[in-house]
Structure formats: structure tokens, C-alpha cells
């Protein structure tokens, strides 16, 4: 299961309007997806499920390079 405290703090910390804590962001967000499988990721609940992903493509379309 996927700590909700920590993902919700990561979700929190990518709309951050500092681009280096968004960068650090991203690579905390990777690492997590990395460490808990992409299959648990997919078996979360919906909305946790959602948050994740538009969260991710909100960083994949950030205007730094640091952070796509």
C-alpha cells in the first residue's frame, strides 16, 4: 500500500511555485513510483490513482528541463 502521507506531501510540494522544489519533487515522485511498482501505483484507490497521474504530467510539461 502507498503511504498516503507521503504522497499526498509530494503531490502538495509538485504545484510548489519554486521550480528547484518542483524538480526535487519529480525525482521523489519517480523514486516512490520506482520503490512501490508501478502495479501497486494502478491498484490504488481512484482519486490517489488520479493524483498521481496528473501530477506526472503536470511535471512532464514544466518548463524546466531539471524536472521533465
Known amino acids: 500500500m502507498l ?7 509530494l503531490l ?7 521550480a528547484i522544489v518542483r ?6 515522485l519517480v523514486s516512490l513510483v520506482s520503490k512501490v511498482g508501478v502495479d501497486k501505483v494502478m491498484t ?4 490517489m490513482r488520479d493524483k498521481i497521474l496528473i ?6 510539461t514544466e518548463g524546466s528541463l531539471d524536472t521533465r
Not at 3 to 9: I, N, R, S, V, W
Not at 55 to 60: Q, V
Request: aromatic share 6%; proline share 3%.
Open 3 to 9: 503511504p498516503y502521507f507521503l504522497a499526498d506531501t
Open 55 to 60: 501530477a506526472g504530467s503536470n511535471l512532464l
Open 44 to 47: 490504488q484507490t481512484r482519486d
Open 12 to 18: 502538495i510540494c509538485c504545484s510548489h511555485q519554486n
Open 23 to 28: 524538480t526535487a519533487c519529480a525525482r521523489l
